[in-house]
């Protein structure tokens, strides 16, 4: 079991531009969860997507903007890039069902970096 | 507004010697509460949890926490810790019923004194 994987590991960007982060979720796991995690902090719940919807958002602008694909796949995309987005972002998945239900498994993340 | 505490922000305890992390939480009624690890470069990994039942949870690594609701706290504790333990600690809430948000404090960085 691969677990919760994530790509690119690193991004650099420049303030403006446009970046699309992805997640694979653990197997069997049908619900993906992203957090961003600015240095230094605790993860800030972003926004949660379950059969193919965003189900939850947390305190975030339009800018941050999601995706999950019928194989459970999920993408982030952050328009007008600011220094502020830059941040480790990471991706969590849970099963809706099971003895694992209610447990999130974090992805390494993918460290983004507004220039 | 639902929130979590952790006091402090670097702790340092030499290698054998006892741990306790502290995580105090604001909620309206009983949340789930977890205690998870990030060492550096890496992802978040689940140490233990509480859903409800027994106060006292045991979690991997040898780690435990107990929930005091007079207190509204959930901390984290170790008998006797070990180089590999370096890391960053963090404490996080969700709704009773749903971990579908979970609400995480900043964090507390652990490092052992050889």
């Known amino acids: 079991d691969a677990g919760v994987t994530q790509s690119p590991t690193h991004l650099i960007k420049t303030r403006g531009q446009q970046v699309t982060l992805r997640c694979s979720p653990k197997s069997g796991h049908d619900t993906v969860s992203w957090y961003q995690q600015a240095l230094g902090q605790g993860p800030q719940f972003i926004f949660q997507?379950?059969?193919?919807?965003?189900?939850q958002r947390g305190n975030f602008p339009d800018r941050f903007s999601g995706h999950q694909f019928p194989n459970y796949s999920s993408e982030l995309n952050v328009n007008a890039l600011w220094l502020g987005d830059s941040a480790l972002y990471l991706c969590?998945?849970?099963?809706?069902?099971?003895?694992?239900?209610?447990?999130?498994?974090f992805g390494p993340g993918t460290r983004l970096t507004v220039l | 507004a639902q929130s979590v505490t952790q006091p402090d922000i670097h702790i340092t305890v030499s290698e054998g010697a006892s741990l306790e992390l502290r995580c105090n939480y604001s909620y309206g009624a009983t949340p789930y509460l977890f205690w998870y690890v990030q060492s550096p470069g890496q992802g978040l990994q689940l140490l233990l949890k509480?859903?409800?039942?027994?106060?006292l949870v045991q979690g991997i690594k040898g780690f435990e926490a107990e929930f005091k609701r007079s207190q509204s706290s959930f901390n984290l504790r170790k008998p006797s810790v070990h180089w590999s333990d370096a890391a960053e600690y963090f404490c996080?809430?969700?709704?009773?019923?749903?971990?579908?948000?979970?609400?995480f404090g900043s964090g507390t960085r652990l490092s052992i004194r050889p």
């Open positions: 996080a809430v969700a709704p009773w019923g749903s971990a579908s948000k979970i609400i």
């Open positions: 969590a998945s849970s099963p809706t069902s099971g003895s694992s239900y209610n447990e999130q498994f």
């Open positions: 509480y859903f409800s039942g027994d106060t």
């Open positions: 997507y379950y059969e193919e919807e965003e189900r």
